[in-house]
């Protein structure tokens, strides 16, 4: 079984890439909403490249090569990513990414990257040109391929341009408006589509037991199903439910800063200010559609006004892309708090 089986709504993305896995080209970009399962579907699509009897559904998990890629040792099979990936989907990946990771070879403490640097690129660069040691295929998954630095950006265009024989490069990204135009020329591109509302409730309740609560905080935090499976695994549903719901169970998360600040610190800062981008975003479409609805939804947050919304969205944004400055934490959560009035229009 892939691992992508789990995840019904890739099934259409899979079928794409499995009737045509002898036809891939060099280079293939993988996209799609964060979250969603796009690294399990890379790693199916490396473990059929490099397996030795490959069916049409994948690899066959039984031969010599499956089986050192289920242990992630297999010798053509290769992952970049930053040092700090944490993706819900990622775990497999983790573990094949080690082995270019600086900060696991040096006896020096020092923080995790938070970019994929040119040095990987490089050493990336040379073991492709080295001759492949299983079925003749060499492999390189690429996660958060937005996280490239410039130079690394540079060097990887370069492979792009002169592959090597019977190499695939896959990128992996959910921001790829942020990747060299001159590096998504030269992938294809395959889009993952998100699961709807429906479907994401559907999976996750067969999963696991969620409350009414929960999943009316679910539809609104803009997390993908991946995520808030994390968020239930954790024990942290009523930190969601208390930021997204403050009348709900979950406690009252806006009811002062020190409780705001509590709450995504409960929540996890990441995670929390993607939540808050996605309300102020929901908050913008409400301002653009209003003329033409009768009255405002019952659980729409109420921000100072219209600009204090976009503030806090690009804010947000800002601090997502660029999060190693030296921003206070405490200080930038209270400010959001100022653009929120606390309250629901009932």
């Known amino acids: 079984m892939n691992d992508s089986e789990a995840l019904p709504w890739l099934a259409p993305t899979w079928q794409q890439l499995s009737h045509r896995w002898e036809q891939l080209p060099h280079g293939l970009l993988i996209t799609g909403p964060p979250a969603v399962g796009k690294s399990?579907?890379?790693?199916?699509?490396?473990r059929l490249l490099l397996c030795h009897q490959p069916e049409q559904k994948g690899g066959c998990r039984q031969c010599a090569a499956c089986q050192l890629f289920d242990s992630s040792i297999h010798p053509d099979f290769h992952v970049l990513a930053p040092e700090t990936l944490s993706a819900p989907d990622s775990s497999s990946l983790y573990k094949h990414a080690q082995r270019y990771w600086t900060s696991k070879k040096s006896s020096a403490a020092r923080k995790p990257s938070q970019v994929i640097g040119v040095d990987a690129i490089r050493t990336l660069a040379e073991t492709l040109t080295s001759t492949a040691t299983q079925n003749g295929r060499k492999l390189s998954v690429i996660a958060n391929a937005?996280?490239?630095?410039?130079?690394?950006?540079?060097?990887?265009?370069?492979?792009?341009?002169e592959p090597t024989p019977d190499t695939h490069l896959v990128l992996v990204s959910a921001q790829p408006y942020l990747l060299p135009a001159t590096i998504r020329s030269r992938c294809i591109r395959l889009d993952c589509t998100a699961p709807t509302t429906q479907q994401?409730?559907?999976?996750?309740?067969?999963?696991?037991?969620?409350?009414?609560?929960?999943?009316?905080g679910m539809t609104k935090s803009g997390l993908g199903p991946l995520e808030l499976e994390r968020v239930i695994t954790e024990g942290r549903m009523q930190a969601l439910t208390g930021l997204v719901s403050p009348s709900g169970a979950g406690g009252n998360a806006l009811a002062s800063p020190q409780e705001f600040v509590s709450t995504c610190a409960e929540l996890g800062l990441k995670r929390a200010l993607t939540v808050v981008q996605n309300l102020a975003l929901m908050e913008?479409?409400?301002?653009?559609?209003?003329?033409?609805?009768?009255?405002?939804?019952?659980?729409?947050?109420?921000?100072?006004?219209?600009?204090m919304a976009m503030k806090t969205f690009y804010d947000i944004g800002r601090i997502l892309r660029h999060p190693a400055g030296t921003v206070?934490?405490?200080?930038?959560?209270?400010?959001?708090?100022?653009?929120?009035?606390?309250?629901?229009?009932?």
Do not use: V
Not at 146 to 161: Q, S, T, V
Not at 331 to 339: G, P
């Open 40 to 46: 399990a579907l890379a790693l199916d699509l490396a």
């Open 328 to 346: 206070d934490e405490q200080l930038f959560l209270e400010d959001i708090f100022a653009d929120l009035q606390g309250q629901q229009i009932l």
């Open 284 to 307: 913008l479409r409400w301002h653009a559609q209003k003329g033409a609805l009768q009255s405002a939804p019952a659980t729409r947050f109420r921000f100072a006004n219209r600009d």
């Open 200 to 216: 994401t409730l559907d999976w996750l309740c067969t999963r696991h037991n969620i409350d009414l609560d929960f999943h009316n």
């Open 146 to 161: 937005e996280d490239l630095n410039h130079n690394a950006g540079n060097a990887l265009l370069k492979l792009l341009e």
